[in-house]
């Protein structure tokens, strides 16, 4: 939750820089500086993943069961994302698909989003996707009351696997922890596919 909070802090401070004319226009209109972050963003990702050679061993051998539960939660954020785009007519269709398509991995999706559409779906994808982090810590333990021990898994997306891996360990043990990192860690390798593919 600190983390978040402090996400959300530099965030506003940002919009407060921008807004109020601190940094230098020709470096706040730079697309080419937030690019090169992504790319630095996208390595840093890679070597992450990389580097935990046991989760891969384990992704490689999961069979089509143990995929369903990062496939249906993924398709289930897109749904449920673009069902709320066609409610609220605040974004398209597709943009509204992309900020769930960020499957609550906010930092490198509020950039991909940026990117490829705009500053305004930018800062929606990033608020979006914390505020889907933040809720899964504050309501795992209810929602394994209510809805079973899988329902913070898929609630929480690609977090799974870091932020809230604690909160749904203390809540469904050891055997359900496993899903979860797995869950994120399949979540957040789709991540950078799926925004391209829906803005591209």
Known sequence: ?????????????GILAGYSGWVPEAVAGEEKLALYALY?????????VGGDTRALRNILRLKARGLAV????????LLGAGALALALDAV????????????????????LASQLGGAQLGGITLLANLLREVLTIALTPLMVRSMGELAPIAAGGATTMDTTLGVIHRQVGASYAVIAVINGLVLSLLVPVLIPLLLG
Request: net charge positive; with cysteine; hydrophobic share 60%.
């Open 1 to 13: 939750m600190k983390g978040s909070l402090i996400l959300l802090a530099w965030f506003a401070l």
């Open 40 to 48: 630095v963003l996208i390595f840093l990702v890679g070597i992450c």
């Open 70 to 77: 990062p496939l249906v939660a993924g398709l289930g954020s």
């Open 92 to 111: 398209s269709l597709r943009e509204g698909c992309a900020v769930g398509a960020g499957l609550g991995y906010y930092s490198l999706a509020s950039v």
